[in-house]
């Protein structure tokens, strides 16, 4: 139909609908290869654009990816390696002494290095889901409550203040917060709740989820605060016309449409939160091993391989968890 | 016009050096010149120093380049990263100010040359702590990576079963540590490294979280308590590891521990916010507690201290006149000067006569003394932080060094300990 209408009728067609999600567009010029562009309009080569990039990546993520792959089979030896193709580093990450061994205490026991990557992925999936709890409220609050574009840039950007300090700053200064002289205990004996400095805020997983939930969940607020203010008011304002409730609304409208905004969110929550190593030390006193600090202390006794083999599992993982968290949403077909 | 007269340690070694000669020939044709002229024709060697926080210190290597007129450029590193570079990129400094504990590795390494001790000026001042093991007759020499155990070698740089003319490193700066508490939280005097698991102090004890060094302080314990006993706390078997951590472990759950800190800082800063009353310490942290204004004291455990001691070392890429421009450096550090600029932070130097004169009476007396200062002393930045009547904990010089009950060490298990550190933390 399209081919055979003249152009006045296309046009008139546009014109009858409703401009959609993002408004009514232009129509395109129907004979393009009359408006093709001179070369020198055309400006650089794609090749020549992407040159840059495509080289930086090359020599300081592709070439170095792949020395640790190389290392990662490779035989540690005091203060170093040989390149010694084995794959005991593997062996040695996921089982340990007496793991097939059916008498032995370690039966089929996996080792430390594994139940060290579950626990560094249990802390990221808790916090992730508080991030989400806390976030996608504030996100939608900016988008949907606050009508006046110019609060709702003010509001986002106070939302971003915290990011304007840098990390180690703001994981240092839940210290007084939650210490045994800290402003939680003073004000819980003040208050007559408890009578001596408790424990259990600081250096405590209660403490270390807090603070890594306030140090990343704004990472989680913008991606879904701007998929919630790119939905078309209009879209919402005819569902309530046509009766529907404003549970019925979020579930069957918002919801859905804000959902590639929540997987950036959690894809950034996920990869930054897997890699932790520096909050575990500030903020739960060393008292965790995360993959993270694994990676560091085996590099700190030059046994390279194995570190290499810990940072090729906690890639793993990332990808893992980001493919599945795609899957979930089809991020390109919802944007 | 000092400089022109007055020939540098350097040039009196090497006869007429390329630099005296540069300076010859900038003289004449530069005759009438200002007096700043000489010293930019002046082909200073360039020195990369790498080291960690102790010795790297802008104050230092400033003074050295002015001293020296080599141009001293310092990097302070983290452990890990200082470990991972003076083993790999041995071409990226002429010096390393290292750790006689880190000796197992580097030495089989050949990333380092041997010293000639004839070309180091007070190699003879340098006391025997390094060269025997033993400060005075009779002191003990404690386990572990002791430096006597680790300084001589062979001309080819493998290892001599005796004094001979080469080492693998100059020994300079060195301390014993031991545990920090607050008098005030501990209600009573530390005297033990058994108190490190004392269940008076339950929940309000924190340890190194560096599994070399870590393992150690526990050993000093559970060993005072009679648990166990080693056969070399520096060099442990796997089956003392596993009993060890699997008693680590055990107090872990039962809430014994309050944190395990990596840095100074954070050791300092768990004593000053109350967090807990008795951890293992570095001695200058203890100052810098008490420097807030919370008390803090240094324990002299009856079991005796954990040693530790630093040198210079000399990459082995280093040749010609690099090489006499380290020798420089070297003996720079061991004229006295950085002795007393790193004793009034509480470490001490290898040949500590020459830094006697460099501190004033009181300081001296305070610093290796042991006695009580005779006046408000200052830190080299000039903060002051002894007042005056304080007297140093664990006494004098000779009463830390003679009674070292173990070395920081690297361990032949190095990689399973770490394993089982691994487990402890994460238990």
């Not at chain 1, 807090?210 to 990343?216: D, E, G």
């Not at chain 2, 007759?137 to 062979?154: C, I, Y």
């Not at chain 2, 807030?292 to 000399?314: D, Q």
Request: hydrophobic share 45%; glycine share 8%; with cysteine.
């Amino acid at each position: 139909m399209l081919e055979t209408a003249p152009p006045h009728a296309k046009e008139h067609q546009t014109d009858r609908f409703h401009g959609g999600l993002i408004g009514r567009q232009p129509t395109p010029p129907q004979d393009v290869s009359r408006l093709k562009k001179s070369k020198r309009d055309q400006g650089f080569h794609p090749g020549w654009l992407v040159a840059p990039a495509t080289t930086w990546l090359i020599v300081f993520l592709v070439v170095p990816l792949i020395g640790i792959v190389v290392f990662s089979f490779w035989t540690p030896k005091s203060g170093g390696m040989t390149p010694d193709f084995s794959v005991a580093n593997y062996v040695n990450f996921f089982a340990q002494e007496g793991f097939l061994d059916t008498d032995h205490r370690n039966f089929l026991k996996p080792s430390i290095f594994v139940t060290t990557l579950w626990t560094t992925f249990r802390f990221t999936f808790t916090v992730m889901i508080i991030c989400l709890i806390i976030g996608y409220p504030i996100a939608y609050f900016l988008a949907m409550q606050v009508k006046n574009f110019k609060w709702q840039l003010a509001l986002f950007l106070l939302a971003m203040v915290p990011f304007w300090t840098s990390y180690l700053i703001r994981a240092v200064a839940w210290l007084p917060m939650l210490g045994r002289r800290g402003l939680f205990n003073k004000m819980l004996q003040s208050l007559g709740i408890i009578d001596k400095p408790s424990s259990f805020f600081l250096y405590s997983e209660f403490g270390y989820t807090m603070a890594l939930t306030q140090l990343y969940v704004v990472l989680c607020i913008g991606p879904i605060f701007f998929s919630l203010a790119k939905i078309d008011k209009a879209i919402i304002e005819a569902a309530k016309d046509m009766g529907a409730t404003n549970f019925q609304v979020f579930r069957e409208i918002i919801l859905p449409l804000s959902l590639p905004g929540v997987a950036i969110g959690m894809i950034f929550l996920f990869v930054m939160l897997m890699g932790e190593f520096a909050t575990a030390v500030v903020v739960y006193g060393g008292k965790t091993s995360t993959t993270g600090t694994v990676i560091l202390n085996y590099y700190a006794i030059a046994n390279y391989p194995f570190s290499a083999v810990n940072a090729i599992m906690l890639m793993l993982a990332m990808m893992i968890g980001v493919v599945f968290i795609l899957r979930i949403v089809d991020i390109r077909k919802e944007l | 016009m000092t400089t022109l007269t007055k020939p540098t340690m350097h040039e009196t070694r090497t006869g007429l050096s390329r630099r005296r000669f540069v300076l010859t020939a900038a003289g004449s044709a530069a005759a009438g010149a200002t007096l700043g002229a000489p010293a930019i024709v002046y082909a200073a060697e360039t020195i990369r120093t790498i080291g960690l926080g102790v010795s790297i210190i802008n104050e230092i290597q400033s003074r050295a380049s002015k001293d020296t007129k080599l141009r001293v450029r310092g990097q302070a590193l983290g452990y890990g990263a200082l470990f991972g570079k003076m083993l790999n990129q041995n071409s990226t400094y002429e010096i390393t100010e290292g750790y006689f504990n880190d000796m197992d590795v580097m030495i089989p390494s050949k990333a380092w040359q041997p010293i000639d001790t004839k070309r180091i000026k007070n190699w003879d001042k340098i006391s025997n702590l390094c060269k025997t093991g033993a400060l005075t007759p009779g002191s003990s020499k404690g386990q572990g990576d002791a430096p006597f155990r680790h300084l001589w070698l062979n001309k080819d740089g493998s290892r001599a079963s005796g004094p001979s003319q080469y080492v693998s490193m100059v020994p300079t700066f060195h301390n014993a540590d031991s545990l920090g508490y607050n008098p005030e939280e501990t209600k009573r005097k530390i005297e033990s490294w058994a108190e490190l698991f004392s269940a008076d102090f339950k929940g309000r004890v924190a340890l190194l979280n560096v599994p070399q060094i870590g393992t150690m302080d526990a050993a000093m314990g559970v060993e005072a308590m009679g648990l166990m006993k080693f056969g070399d706390k520096g060099d442990m078997t796997k089956a003392e590891i596993d009993k060890l951590v699997g008693f680590l472990i055990q107090k872990k759950k039962e809430g014994h521990f309050r944190a395990f800190w990596e840095t100074f800082g954070q050791s300092v800063n768990l004593m000053v916010s109350g967090e807990v009353a008795l951890q293992s310490m570095w001695s200058p942290a203890v100052t810098a507690v008490k420097a807030e204004g919370v008390p803090c004291v240094y324990a002299a455990p009856k079991e005796g201290m954990r040693g530790w001691h630093g040198g210079m070392a000399i990459s082995s890429k280093v040749t010609g006149k690099k090489l006499d421009a380290a020798y420089e450096y070297i003996n720079w550090w061991l004229n006295g000067w950085a002795g007393a600029f790193v004793a009034r932070q509480g470490y001490y130097m290898s040949n500590f006569n020459e830094v006697k004169p460099h501190l004033s009476g009181e300081e001296w007396d305070f610093w290796y003394g042991g006695k009580a200062a005779a006046k408000e002393l200052s830190d080299p930045f000039g903060t002051p932080i002894v007042r005056k009547g304080e007297v140093r904990d664990g006494g004098s010089y000779e009463q830390r060094f003679k009674n070292i009950a173990v070395w920081n060490s690297l361990m032949k298990e190095n990689n399973y300990l770490v394993k089982r550190w691994t487990e402890f933390l994460s238990a």
